[in-house]
T-cell receptor, first 113, second 114 residues
Framework: GENVEQHPSTLSVQEGDSAVIKCTYS??????FPWYKQELGKRPQLIID?????GEKKDQRIAVTLNKTAKHFSLHITETQPEDSAVYFC????????????FGTGTRLKVLA | DADVTQTPRNRITKTGKRIMLECSQT?????MYWYRQDPGLGLRLIYY???????NKGEISDGYSVSRQAQAKFSLSLESAIPNQTALYFC?????????????FGPGTRLTVT
């Protein structure tokens, strides 16, 4: 079945450094790849997304890259700040009839001041 | 995002009890979803509905049932709750019309089965 693998499960960086989280998907019919940030006790919030016809998208300190051939996509956060500390989830949505969203297992990011 | 609401926010129930979690949205979206979140396992899809007459099982539907009472309401039921259904439950919506695909999540319901 469809699967999304996410790595690493935990990541600690010093404030000001960059953080990279990687995801690999199995369904080649996937065409939409969102990233969510979830703070403790709160709901997941979309921070950036990318569609399969685009290779890279950037929004201020956050960027996402997509490699369709290798079926992987990555989240890049530059100049990290303590408020970036949260759990980040990637997801992939398939177009093969079901339009389901499959989520990765999450990355807990800690930004150390 | 107050446009997607869930009730109750917290619930403690006993093994064997029937429980219903409710989700309402004012976003006018046609698609609604129920997810379960467990530590280290991410968000797993329980059921989803693309309109009032369309209900589909997700990856972990056993032990759960749903009802789409109206476009704006999607309820999740546990017919006979068991302790391993203790988790955080999220409802989400999306709009097929925009073609974008963004999902909007409710605030979550923390369910504890003792």
């Amino acid at each position: 079945g469809e699967n999304v693998e996410q790595h690493p499960s935990t990541l600690s960086v010093q404030e000001g450094d960059s953080a990279v989280i990687k995801c690999t998907y199995s369904d080649s019919a996937s065409n939409y790849f969102p990233w969510y940030k979830q703070e403790l006790g709160k709901r997941p919030q979309l921070i950036i997304d990318i569609r399969s016809n685009v290779g890279e998208k950037k929004d201020q300190r956050i960027a996402v890259t997509l490699n369709k051939t290798a079926k992987h996509f990555s989240l890049h956060i530059t100049e990290t700040q303590p408020e970036d500390s949260a759990v980040y989830f990637c997801a992939a949505r398939s177009t093969s009839g079901t339009y389901k969203y499959i989520f990765g297992t999450g990355t807990r990011l800690k930004v150390l001041a | 995002d107050a446009d997607v609401t869930q009730t109750p926010r917290n619930r403690i129930t006993k093994t064997g009890k029937r429980i219903m979690l409710e989700c309402s949205q004012t976003k006018g979206h046609d698609r609604m979803y129920w997810y379960r979140q467990d530590p280290g396992l991410g968000l797993r899809l329980i059921y989803y509905s693309f309109d009032v007459k369309d209900i589909n099982k997700g990856e972990i539907s056993d032990g759960y049932s749903v009802s789409r009472q109206a476009q704006a309401k999607f309820s999740l039921s546990l017919e006979s709750a068991i302790p391993n259904q203790t988790a955080l439950y999220f409802c989400a919506t999306s709009d097929s019309g925009t073609g974008v695909g963004e999902q909007y999540f409710g605030p979550g319901t923390r369910l504890t089965v003792t």
